[in-house]
């Protein structure tokens, strides 16, 4: 079975600086989706971010990007030019691209943006 | 409608009754996925429909958990002889396929006293 370890519990930045969320993943597979989820308290998870494990390219959104390490099963988060709106719980996951698979999630890192 | 709605945002229901949680997927969405998201953990599978059939339920607890899907649109998922270890928000969301990315709704967070 798949797992994802996320093993900061908890981070904090400054405003406007740069922060590095950690996520490594266990899995046989070759073909696969990770994903960064953001989860404000109103507990709706919001993407953040996707990447297909098949694109060496590092997916970026505006301040999010990714490091994917493929053979390190390693995938973080990059926010750069941190934002108060940016504080909530951040929620790395993993799907399987072979047949009907559900989401598999990590447990989380409370992000705090100090002002 | 815009989002995937559930309800009720909240319940508090004492130990042995039963309790149903209601999900509304997007519309045209034919993938909808039920989680249960313990206080300090992440999101974990509880089942999920392809249409109206139950795909997988690998993920329901035990028996007295069910969900259904009767029209492939709203999911209601019951809970019977709820004990305190139910105690979790549950979260639904829905894809327009099982490929695809799944927008969640905000939960019903389920208080068992």
């Known amino acids: 079975a798949q797992t994802v370890t996320q093993s900061q519990p908890e981070m904090s930045v400054q405003e406007a600086e740069t922060v590095t969320l950690s996520c490594t993943y266990d899995?046989?597979?070759?073909?696969?989706?990770l994903f960064w989820y953001k989860q404000p308290p109103s507990r709706q998870m919001i993407l953040v971010i996707r990447?297909?494990?098949?694109?060496?390219q590092n997916a970026t959104e505006n301040r999010f990007s990714v490091n994917f390490q493929k053979a390190a099963k390693s995938f973080s988060l990059k926010i750069s030019d941190s934002q108060l709106g940016d504080a909530a719980m951040y929620f790395c996951a993993y799907r399987s691209n072979s047949g009907n698979t559900p989401l598999v999630f990590g447990k989380g890192t409370r992000l705090s943006v100090i002002a | 409608g815009a989002g995937v709605s559930q309800t009720p945002s909240n319940k508090v229901t004492e130990k042995g009754k039963y309790v149903e949680l209601r999900c509304d997927p997007i519309?045209?969405?034919?993938?909808l996925y039920w989680y249960r998201q313990s206080l300090g953990q992440g999101p974990e599978f509880l089942i999920y429909?392809?249409?109206?059939?139950?795909?997988?339920d690998s993920g329901l607890p035990n028996d007295r958990f069910f969900a259904v899907r009767p029209e492939g649109s709203v999911s209601t998922l019951k809970i019977q002889r709820t004990e305190r270890g139910d105690s979790a928000v549950y979260l639904c969301?829905?894809?327009?396929?099982?490929?695809?990315?799944?927008?969640f709704g905000q939960g019903t967070r389920l208080t068992v006293v």
């Open positions: 969301a829905s894809s327009f396929s099982l490929s695809t990315e799944a927008f």
């Open positions: 990447q297909e494990a098949y694109k060496q």
């Open positions: 429909f392809q249409g109206t059939g139950a795909a997988d």
């Open positions: 519309s045209g969405h034919t993938a």
């Open positions: 899995t046989s597979e070759s073909d696969y989706y």
